[in-house]
């Protein structure tokens, strides 16, 4: 019988079977697996890709009243049922591993458990690789192999705590009852060979065309090539050899090799990479080594190195059936693309590191997710066989304190491996992209060599592959790009080489022999020159990827003998013709291929022998294309690369350098009049150009903005260039060249500090004093100053309702005191709390007291007079821990505006972290000079409604998200709390409102998934064709066209969704109803940090990182967009401020 397939399905999505993107910062939304009906499936029935959900042929959903007391008892049936499906499909596959022993001989059968002791002869080997000195992820695969023996103390008590029913025990659900043993293979019929599974027939002795056959590198041709080196170097010209050797001296390639290890095979390191171009950064590292069957097969006395034929044979068996399982039976989910490479240490023993991109379904997103699959801590008693295992295989060290000499730590004050970890209660996202596995302190321990380790000593493993194949497996989940490089560049890194020198001591003459006297050597152990004897694959990438050619007009390699005529070569059949001319061909003929890109060719079409590309058969599934590489330094061959990667449709050499109809002389022109090179004088050509269309006082502005975010290097160049056009408008006030000067420099400084920046810090010329009317106060005191309150505000106080007009009441009460107080204004959507703070403004401000409103996002801010930011007015940064401060100093615009305000709003509060909160608490208590009292004693009001959106914490589980919030923060207890119930938007629609507080408190209609169904009333009908979304935007944007110069219309509506490609999907599909003039903008990306050029431009290119927007930027004239940074928050233009588009300049 078949083996069950296992499947990562048990933690697929049960609200929407679309894929789910990884780079959403929405809580995993996966269900957990109490929650699911079973965890195994016939690999049959899985689809090869998800789509969108077929709603027609979804199951009617049966709704249900929850009240508070009954989902514990709902959670707990469904947890029965989970457990039910597991023990009967366990059972399953016990008896299908128990019928596939059972087919065995007796040569074949598992006998009894033999220690095999390993000693190695080199003491690095210890670890699996030395660490680059260049990155700080050497210990991401720790102890794979060990340098000693695995000796367990059989007879300490293995756990010094009572085992309990875990909760996390469902990574051990379905690990199989027997270690995975090859199936037999009869011996050969001719040679009575012994075969292996997954040998081809006729593997031993050609199906007995050779009675005996031997492997071998003879002498005679290892000295013809040595001698036929010998003859080359005769025939350089000296004069070649000076230039190349001039051209590798600064060649980048030169150095990455060095620092990889001679790698000879980096286009492949390249080629990985592409990969991830269209198949995303989610991905399990599986290191894997084996030898327990060996021993079934040696002689008295032998060990696993005397025979090196049999280590690859039987690894090379494993390794297929590892791939079998991994990529065809999905046992961690559907895996989209791999990639493997085997590697021998030096001692003989091979290891296989395996990288799986799965598909988005089987993506792990969150750390819920992280612990289906794998674990980092010592299974309980209840699992004996795989304790046993993981103490043997997965235990690193003891290293360290424990054990200096151990390879990790010899030479350094700690384990290269970070080993021991820390202690988790659970798994969290790490800051360095890496996760903190669960590794709880739980009391299991175990004595190896000598050593009580525990949980802190556990290398991650998939309990599953363990269990299967009885061998060292680590498993990884790698989630960022940062991680994927590094991955791909170990995985690649080669092999070590050493330069041998042989010198004659008794050889007086000057005459040296570089080729005798340099010989560049490696170590070849047996099992590997076998493995390459026998022809098995060191390496293996799914889909494969083709690479394409690159080459100027007229300059594309031919291939031919060297006894053959020039002229019969130039007049061969297609000695013209290349993948690029036949690219351009393709485009002539088939309309379809002109929406293609170069590199994604070979995805649709395949390339003939006959140099033609042919559409193929099915409409995906092809090969993944990549463009040869080139440098900058060769000119027009990386411009012409770099069309190639952006402009489709090209049907010839001169069609790529035309741009607008005008043909331009070079690949070069022509890429930068398509805006894709980034000129040296770009930021110079856009003062110019504004100085075309817009007023001196934008110019100032926009000189303002470049100096805080672009960064110019001659900044005193750029501003004598355009000083004139700066000061037009001041030359009717003025003829004096100082006064003018100074006038523009006063305004310049003045945008700098609305950006937050202090003129001093660039260098422009000194501001006079005479010229400088502002007295010395501070900008942020003199914005908070000129507000005016509105007689519209300051009536509002009039028209609050009671539970309002309460609260209103006691804030102002303790305004000024000496005391303050901390409240928090906790209402649902629609109760008016920003109408209170609009009373609270206005009162203060009309009495000349400074009152300082703020909010999380740009959108609740800009609704209150004067609103900022909370990171913007508090100089709260981007990323802290507990303790932190705000980045403000005590003699800083900001500390003094703090100290003089009679009153502090934070709305949407509910949505900060605690810590940016508590930031603001440890600076106030500073500056006020009070550390007993909560923010100094200052009255603060927070606001905010807890039924809505939480804190955002990347991949964090419900109870870090719980965690961030203000409601676990010291600050809570001492607030007042104020509650506002009453729903005044929603007056005419109670049901409504009544609907969202319902979702909001979770007592509202569930379906078995434990989902909430929308109310038909307020959905646009779902029908699953392609026409919905057009339905809903017609909905949401009735009559665009006549609309678009309607700003009001265009900004008052909006269009929201869960995930970050769908909101680029909707995006497109609303720009293309914009009948306007249209602009693309592409971005130049650069990689910080990354001098070796490990990142390629268009990988680069494929990625959006959070805040940033798109590589390729399409815009039309009246299109809505969002500013997605705080160019000038005092004036409004905030991170989340909504413009529109009015006009377009090219730079």
Known sequence: MEVPTYTSEVVHSTADVSEPDSSSDNACDWVIPEYTSTPFMSASTQTEDVGSPDMSTEPLRRKHHVLPGERQAILARQNKKFEANIARNVATLTEDTISDIGQMDDSTQPGSTIEINNTIDDDDEGVIFREDNDENEGYLFADEDTNEDFDIDGTQDQSVVTDVPDPYDKVYSNIPEETHMLKHVPDCGYCTAKKFEYEPPGFCCREHKHLELYFYDDDPSLEHRYRKCREDQIQKDQEVIKQIVGILRGNPYSEHLRSMGHVENLADYHIALNLDQTLNQKTYNTPLTSEDEIRRELLPGQTPQDRPDLVVRVFHAKLQELKHRLTKQDILGKVRAYVYVVEFQKRGLPHAHFLLIMQRKYKLTCPEQYDLLISAEIPSNKYPELRKMVIKHMMHGPCGSLNPNCPCTKGRASCKNQYPRHFHEATMQGKDSYPNYRRRDDGRKEKVRGCELDNR?????????????????????????????????YIYKGHDRVSVVMRDAGKENGDVDEIQQYRDARWVTPPEALRRIYGFELSQNSPSVMQLQLHLPNMHMVTFHERQMVERVVNRPGADRSMITAYFEANKLYEEARGILYRDFPEWYTWQQGKVWQRRKQNMGGQVGRIVSALPSEGERFYLRLLLNHVTGATSYVDLRTVDTDTLPSFHEAAQRRGLLEADNTIDECLNEAALYQMPSALRRLFATILVFCEPNDVAELWQRHLDTMSEYYH????????????????????????????????????????????????????????????????????LNEEQKSAYEKILSVVDTSNGGVFFVDGPSGTRKTYLYKALLAVLRSQDKIAVATAISRVAASIMPGGRTAHSRFKIPLTMDDGAICTFTKQSGTSKLLQKASLIIWDEASMAKRQSIEALDNSMRDIMGRPDLPFGGKTIVFGGDFRQVLPVVRKGSRAQIVAASLRSSYLWESMCHLKLVRNMRAKSDPWFAEYLLRVGGGTEEVNNDGDVRLPDEVCVPYTGDDRDLDRLIDDIYPSLNENMSNTSYITSRAILTTRNDWVDMINMRMIDRFQREQMMYHSFDTAVDDPNNYYPSEFLNTLTPNGLPPHVLKLKIGCPIMLLRNIDPANGLCNGTRLVVRGFQKK
């Open 457 to 489: 000593w556990v290398v991650p493993y998939n309990p599953y592959l363990l269990r299967l194949f009885n061998c060292h497996i680590n498993v990884e989940e790698c989630g960022s790009i940062k991680a994927v490089k590094y991955l791909f560049k």
């Open 732 to 799: 009717r006030i003025t003829q004096s060249k100082t006064h003018l000067q100074q006038m523009v420099l006063i305004d310049i400084r003045n945008m700098l500090q609305s950006m937050g920046k202090d003129i001093k810090t660039f260098p422009l010329p000194a501001i006079i004093d005479r010229y400088d009317d502002s007295q010395g106060i501070d900008r942020e005191i003199y914005e908070e100053e000129i507000i005016e309150a509105t007689t519209e505000d300051v009536a509002l106080q009039e028209t």
